[in-house]
């Protein structure tokens, strides 16, 4: 009887700390989800070993916010969701915020970072990524990478990061903005001719 009682709390236990870390994150998925379900522009780059097995993928999410709704919430799940982080780095300036959150486990590690750039009278530009590598697979034997403290964000941690991976990124958030501005530029004409 006792030995019964003591597996079921041995898979108990190894149930809730299973739940717990995909739940670290809950708030900022959830506003996350409902972005992407309304269609903002999403961009994913996902690497995968000689295997075909996922060991590394980076989600941007790149909108303008329309009266701030999106943004303040992403803000407010950001705060929430700081609580489970491992690590947690907020900046504000002149209205604009970067805040980032990292996710660590035994064998995963989740970045989230979110821009926030206001200029006053207009709407924010929103910028979320999120970068997911999972250590328990092996990466790709074809790409070159290099181990680094970004900025001191890390906490001295060493985080590999791919440069072509993240050269990619910056060129599609770049392009993904100016898109963004010229459809609101021609949804702004059209408004001003109707």
């Known amino acids: 009887?006792?030995?019964k009682k003591m597996c079921l709390f041995v898979a108990l236990l190894f149930a809730v700390f299973n739940v717990i870390p995909t739940m670290a994150q809950q708030h900022i998925d959830k506003v996350l989800d409902e972005l992407e379900q309304k269609g903002v522009d999403v961009t994913t780059v996902v690497k995968r070993n000689d295997k075909k097995q996922i060991y590394s993928q980076v989600k941007?999410?790149?909108f303008?916010?329309?009266?701030?709704?999106?943004a303040r919430e992403l803000e407010d799940a950001f705060s929430k969701d700081a609580e489970n982080a491992s690590s947690e780095s907020k900046s504000k300036s002149n209205g604009n915020i970067t805040y980032t959150l990292i996710f660590k486990s035994e064998k995963k590690?989740?970045?989230y970072v979110l821009s926030i750039a206001q200029k006053e009278g207009k709407n924010p530009v929103v910028n979320v990524s999120v970068t997911f590598r999972d250590?328990?697979?092996?990466?790709s034997t074809n790409n070159l990478w290099f181990d680094g403290?970004?900025?001191g964000i890390m906490g001295g941690d060493k985080f590999q990061i791919q440069m072509d991976s993240l050269k990619e990124n910056i060129e599609r958030w770049k392009?993904?903005?100016i898109k963004q501005k010229d459809n609101l530029n021609?949804?702004?004409?059209?408004s001003m001719e109707i």
Do not use: H
Not at 135 to 139: A, D, H, K, L, Y
Not at 186 to 190: A, R, T
């Open 149 to 151: 403290d970004i900025f």
């Open 186 to 190: 021609k949804s702004k004409k059209l």
């Open 64 to 70: 303008i916010s329309k009266d701030g709704k999106f």
């Open 109 to 111: 590690k989740e970045i």
């Open 60 to 62: 941007n999410f790149s």
């Open 135 to 139: 250590n328990s697979v092996e990466g």
């Open 175 to 177: 392009d993904s903005y």
């Open 1 to 3: 009887m006792e030995k």
